[in-house]
């Protein structure tokens, strides 16, 4: 089983339309989550960060997540085309380790 | 805070040569750091990992001595690519992490290396 999954997509939704975007993780003792963003032919960068159950709000992105289901998901409301990218689940567990999910492909389409 | 350089961010080389890549961490002090490397239309793959003033640590199936790394200070690791070849070519991304959040990793701007 992989550390972290995520569903790879592609994912569609039309413009102001709410993009939903999950990872499930394998870790129980892992503490911190994080979304990065990756451009086509750019190193990816972060979103959000999250460690306590229930939401986090930053602009139009919210994160959730759920311990005791072990997933987290990220959702993008007013998408705009900018947002068209890769979304990076990433999830280290406690020790030196990272893992990232292979990531979901978005596009907005306007 | 928290930014990341990568130097160069694109190098062409010819096969058999050694190619350095430097990443560093320009405001904050990276405790450990990482190096990827990404396939177009591929997903990361962690390489290694490293820590200061320590060995480091290579994901299976990374030859150890074509990749060497050094992570002599707590803002600088180098990556070299010795003895490049063609199937080399690839976007190589370091990160850092031991910034604001500890757990947090900042990513650099990345390396295209072409090995022709």
């Known amino acids: 089983q992989k550390e972290v999954e995520q569903n790879s997509g592609p994912l569609s939704v039309p413009e102001g339309a709410i993009a939903s975007l999950n990872c499930t993780y394998s870790?129980?003792?892992?503490?911190?989550f994080f979304w990065y963003r990756q451009y086509s032919g750019k190193s990816p960068e972060l979103i959000m960060s999250?460690?306590?159950?229930g939401d986090k709000e930053d602009g139009r992105f919210t994160a959730q997540l759920n311990k005791a289901s072990q997933y987290v998901s990220l959702l993008i409301r007013d998408s705009q085309p900018s947002d068209s990218a890769t979304y990076l689940c990433?999830?280290?567990?406690?020790?030196?380790?990272?893992?990232f999910g292979t990531g979901t492909s978005l596009t907005v389409i306007p | 805070g928290a930014v990341v350089s990568q130097h160069p961010s694109r190098v062409i080389c010819k096969s058999g040569t050694s190619v350095k890549i430097e990443c560093r961490s320009l405001?904050?002090?990276?405790?450990?750091m990482f190096w990827y490397r990404q396939f177009p239309k591929q997903s990361l793959m962690l390489m290694a990992t490293?820590?200061?003033?320590?060995?480091?640590?290579?994901e299976q199936g990374v030859e150890k001595d074509k990749f060497l790394i050094n992570h002599a200070s707590l803002t600088l690791s180098t990556l070299t690519v010795t003895s490049a070849h063609p199937e080399d070519s690839s976007f190589y991304i370091c990160s850092a992490r031991g910034g604001s959040g500890t757990d947090t990793q900042y990513f650099g701007p990345g390396t295209r290396l072409t090995v022709l």
């Open positions: 990433a999830v280290p567990p406690p020790g030196n380790q990272f893992y």
């Open positions: 490293s820590n200061e003033g320590s060995k480091a640590t290579y």
């Open positions: 999250i460690y306590s159950n």
């Open positions: 405001d904050f002090q990276a405790t450990t």
């Open positions: 870790d129980r003792g892992s503490q911190s």
